[in-house]
């Protein structure tokens, strides 16, 4: 719960105290990275390699279902579609992607397929927000489908 509030409050005070920006910072070019924090199922760290202005490969670590596991996932996204959010220059982008989730016990490992859906919103340089679906499928250990999903925010490194 502190990590929300603390995240939450981060994120208040980078909008409040960033300079008005140009469309065109709004733009993400191959390279930039961004780095932050998903709440969800992984809670984790989220770190975003972005290939395009709209797709790029997300990597995270995190705990698993609320619980001592520790996961990771690895994504490629593709951008489906940009928009403009409102009067404020803001711009978003819709994605579906494909990668693959391990998951750990002391017991053992899960792996999994997944297929992330999701809305990336990138307000004042340097915030993005975002939320995010990942159906799955449990290939090795749990053959089972499952939902997971995150919300969360990042801030781009140039």
Do not use: C
């Not at 961004?34 to 995190?62: C, E, H, R, V, Y």
């Not at 998951?103 to 927000?129: K, Q, S």
């Amino acid at each position: 719960m502190r990590t929300l509030f603390a995240t939450i409050a981060l994120a208040t005070l980078t909008f409040a105290t960033a300079s008005e920006a140009d469309a065109q910072d709004y733009r993400y070019e191959p390279g930039i990275v961004s780095l932050g924090i998903g709440l969800g199922d992984p809670t984790a760290l989220d770190l975003k390699i972005w290939t395009t202005n709209s797709s790029g490969i997300d990597l995270g670590i995190g705990l698993e279902r609320f619980d001592d596991v520790l996961g990771l996932y690895g994504e490629y996204e593709f951008g489906l579609a940009d928009f403009r959010l409102g009067q404020s220059g803001g711009r978003g982008v819709v994605y579906i992607g494909l990668g693959g989730a391990v998951a750990f016990t002391a017991e053992h490992t899960t792996v999994a397929l997944i297929i992330p859906i999701g809305v990336d919103f990138r307000f004042r340089p340097p915030v993005d927000l975002y939320v995010e679906a990942r159906p799955g499928v449990g290939l090795v250990h749990r053959p089972a489908f499952g939902i997971g999903g995150q919300v969360g925010v990042r801030f781009r490194f140039r």
